[in-house]
């Protein structure tokens, strides 16, 4: 019979983002007043899980990649399964700690709706584009994240216009902020109310704790998958197995097979190590041997999983696909004329013409009483005279495929 850790679930109970804490009017803040309804028993993170939920970014994240790309295998991970792993891993740190349950789950719901199509690869890719495209900023998944809920996505109101999903700042900070590469072991939550649009790559912890545990329980949830996936791909040598055995049984203290090294096992470790070893004055941590496992598995995982050569051929596929939509679809551009030159070429490019001329009355001022007509009550974004705009509506709408869509999209290009 299995071993009860006992833990002392009020040990960050005051910390909860809560009525209670100090944090609380500005955590629950949205950028506009969000309709109330009648009877509804959710609290405000309850709403923004919901409507994380209900959005199409969400849904695309089935067919977007964690490692491995644009996989037909059932059973390897895609950015959805990854989302729900981190979701699952922070409720259960929240909950035995006595933090906000609802808050760590929408946090972790929405973490990634911003990731690009072929996971991070994706991410580089576009990052260059810009760079070749004269643009001053950097694109990183996290702020694509917080962009995407504070302008792409939209959810029907009670009156069929489509609104901005207006989510609350603690979602949304920890949506920002949620970075798995922790590099230092004890991380407690910023006291600064700042905004989130003026945050930069990696220099900002979450203004929450339930931030900072979907902050770690994202860096958990990938190691072990990762390794499962890699594994049942064939990518490791027998010298690997063993290495990885070793290394694990060595801080596990106890008797392990490889096998034994898999999502369950490490997930239960860490976060069970994590729990035991978290307070208040110092914040989350582990125990050092189990950071410095992590960073182990971590290290071992960049160099037998994902700088292995059999990605080489697929890596550079990803960048002639998006590339060429990118080339595509700003060689089309003509101000307010871009639409009907778009739209004189749906016999052979039916899918993107047509997908990202609608992107254009959804989001820039091309048509406003189309806009209008349609019940689209979102923010407009671009203004379709400035050049500047036009180039980050392609990089938005790049940057929000799912690998399958990016495909079909590419192939209409490539076919005659």
């Known amino acids: ?48 899980a919901t409507r994380i939920l209900h959005s199409s970014a969400y849904r695309r994240l089935k067919h977007k990649t964690q490692v491995f790309f644009a996989t037909n295998n059932d059973h390897i991970c895609t950015r959805i399964e990854h989302v ?22 929408a946090i972790a719901l ?104 979907v902050k770690i329980s994202d860096k958990i949830a990938y190691l ?3 390794i499962e996936d890699a594994y049942n791909y064939r990518f490791f040598e027998k010298v690997d197995m063993i290495t ?49 496992m992590m960073n182990k598995i971590k ?14 051929p697929f890596m550079k596929y990803a960048q002639l696909v998006l590339e060429a939509i990118f080339d595509f679809l700003y060689d089309y551009y003509d101000g307010k004329n871009t639409i009907k030159r778009l739209m004189k070429y749906t016999k052979f490019y039916p899918t993107l013409t047509v997908d990202f001329s609608d992107w254009l009355i959804k989001y820039s001022n091309i048509d406003i009483d189309l806009h209008n007509l349609r019940k689209y009550k979102n923010q407009i974004i671009y203004d379709i005279e400035n050049e500047v705009d036009y180039k980050q509506a392609i990089i938005d709408y790049i940057s929000g495929m799912s690998d399958n869509y990016a495909i079909k999209t590419y192939s209409e290009l490539i076919e005659f």
């Open 299 to 312: 290290k071992f995982n960049y160099q037998k999983i994902y700088s292995n050569k059999r990605f080489k």
């Open 84 to 105: 729900n792993h981190v979701a699952s891993i922070s409720k259960t740190i929240a909950k035995a700690l006595g933090l906000n349950v609802s808050l760590a789950e």
């Open 1 to 48: 019979m299995e071993k009860t850790i006992e833990l002392n679930k009020n040990l960050f109970c005051e910390y909860s983002t809560d009525e209670n804490n100090p944090k609380w009017e500005n955590a629950i803040t949205r950028l506009h007043p969000l309709a109330n309804k009648p009877f509804d028993i959710r609290t405000p993170f309850d709403r923004d």
């Open 110 to 213: 929405g973490h990634d709706l911003g990731h690009s199509p072929f996971g991070h690869h994706g991410e580089r890719i576009i990052e260059k584009i810009m760079d070749k495209h004269g643009f001053q900023k950097k694109f990183w998944h996290e702020k694509n994240s917080l962009r995407f809920v504070d302008y792409i996505e939209t959810l029907p109101n009670y009156s069929g216009f489509k609104e901005n999903m207006n989510l609350t700042y603690a979602v949304r900070d920890g949506i920002v902020c949620h970075c798995g590469e922790v590099n230092e072991n004890f991380i407690k939550p910023r006291n600064d109310f700042i905004d989130l649009e003026n945050i930069e790559k990696g220099h900002q912890m979450p203004y929450t704790y339930e931030g900072c545990v």
């Open 224 to 226: 072990g998958r990762d």
């Open 244 to 292: 990885l055995k070793q290394l694990a049984q060595e801080v596990m203290k106890k008797k392990i097979r490889f096998k034994d090294v898999n999502t369950s096992s490490l997930i239960h470790e860490f976060i069970t190590n994590l729990c035991i070893n978290s307070n208040p004055d110092k914040g989350l941590a582990f125990s050092s041997e189990y950071y410095d």
